[in-house]
Structure formats: C-alpha cells, structure tokens
C-alpha cells in the first residue's frame, strides 16, 4: 500500500469507513466526495495501491490494487494479487479494531476495481463488518464462492452501477449482485440511468443514506 488520506472524526469517533479507489487512481481521489457525506463520528481512511504493471494497459505501471488482465472474464484473474490485497484490507480493518471500533462499526467499500476488492475481502474476512460499499464493480473470483466463504453473509451489501458504463458492464454488476443474492439476502443492487463508469450525487446520496442506516 502507498499511504493512504485519513479525515478525523470531527465528533467522537465511534465508527470508520474504509475506501478504495479504482486503477490509476489514489486515495485523494475519493477523500474530498466522501468527506461530504460522512457522518461527524465517522473517521474516513483512503488507501493508495501499490504501483505495479498492468496487463489491461500493457505493461504500464499504475496505481493498481491486483493486476487486471482484460476487460473480459475470459482473460483470466490475478488470483495471487488479489489474495494479496484482501490480506492488505484485512489489515486496515485490524487496525481500526486495534484502535478502539468494533468490526460491526466498520464499513469498506471501493468503485471499480477498489469495489470489487472490498466484495471480495468481505467474504474472506472473519470479522463482521457493518456494511459493504460497492460501486461500478464486480466479484472477483466468483468461482471460489461459496466454498470460500469465511463471513458477512448477512453483512448489509449496497451494490450500485450505471447503466451506461463503457468499463465495467452494467450485467457484470447483475451478475455478481445475483450470485452474491445466493448466500447473503442483505444485498442491494442500484441501477443509475445513464451513468457511465463514474458516480453521481444520486449515487452519493444512496451511499450516505446507507452509511446512516448501518453506522447510526
């Protein structure tokens, strides 16, 4: 990991989030969008990916928290790097619990590819966490589900994707909402007309609203 932004609590800090960015980007990406919506006993921590080659964009070294192989689930999955980076959350979520906050007061979530590891370090996490966040995604290593499963499999999920999305297809997220539905009932999925693979204040709007309802 490359560091990561942390915005305080500006009241007593009784819960956190946890958020990653998706490739290319870094934690400041997202800090300043979520700071907007947090709730003042909320501490916010934004890692930094590592920077690695990524095959999707040939080689070139990015912020990257596994490497992607294609845009397709044909291309196969970088299983090594993703065991990796769910080892990485687990951690953070360690330190939060280290620090005082109750794994059930602890909310992770992502977009894109940060998205996608947060789904997947939910079900390979003991610990059990107040919600998940994931947006414009999709679970990696579905094949390894549910025998795989170590928690969270009645952990609120919000899942939310545009309908237009050039990226990371919008069935994708259906699909994996879907398989998710299988074996935890508390899953979300939110569709956004006309949103390609970014966010919206509608979006946001979700977000806070479930941040609320699962940290109040």
Same mark, same amino acid.
């Given at each position: ?34 700071? /907007?919506?947090?709730? *003042?006993? $909320? ?5 930094? %990916? ?19 192989? @294609?845009?397709?689930?044909? *291309? ?8 990796? %980076?769910?080892?990485? $959350?687990?951690?953070?979520? /360690? ?24 789904? #997947?370090?939910?079900? $390979?996490?003991?610990?059990?966490? @107040? ?15 549910? *025998? ?19 990226? $990371?297809?919008?069935?994708?997220? /259906?699909?994996?909402? %879907? ?12 569709? #956004?007309?006309?949103? *390609?693979?970014?966010?919206?204040? /509608? ?14």
């Amino acid at each position: 990991m490359a560091g990561k932004v942390i915005i305080e609590a500006s009241a007593k800090h009784t819960a956190t989030v946890i958020f990653f960015h998706g490739l290319g980007d870094t934690g400041h990406g997202w800090a300043s969008s979520l700071a /907007e919506i947090k709730p *003042a006993f $909320v501490k916010l921590v934004c890692p930094t %990916a590592p920077t690695i080659p990524v095959t999707l964009n040939s080689g070139f070294r990015m912020p990257a928290w596994f490497d992607l192989k @294609g845009l397709d689930l044909s *291309a196969g999955e970088d299983t090594e790097g993703i065991q990796r %980076a769910a080892a990485s $959350v687990h951690g953070l979520i /360690e330190d939060e619990i280290k620090g005082g906050i109750p794994s059930n007061r602890i909310i992770i979530g992502g977009f894109s590819q940060g998205g996608a590891l947060s789904l #997947y370090s939910s079900l $390979v996490t003991q610990h059990t966490l @107040g919600g998940v966040v994931a947006l414009s995604c999709w679970l990696p290593l579905r094949d390894s589900f549910p *025998a795989k499963i170590v928690g969270n499999t009645e952990t609120p999920i919000l899942m939310c994707h545009g309908d237009s999305d050039p990226i $990371v297809p919008h069935r994708w997220g /259906e699909q994996s909402a %879907a398989l998710f539905k299988k074996f935890n009932k508390s899953v979300e999925f939110r569709t #956004y007309r006309n949103l *390609a693979h970014s966010s919206s204040d /509608e979006e946001m709007r979700d977000v806070k609203a479930f941040i609320m309802r699962n940290l109040a």
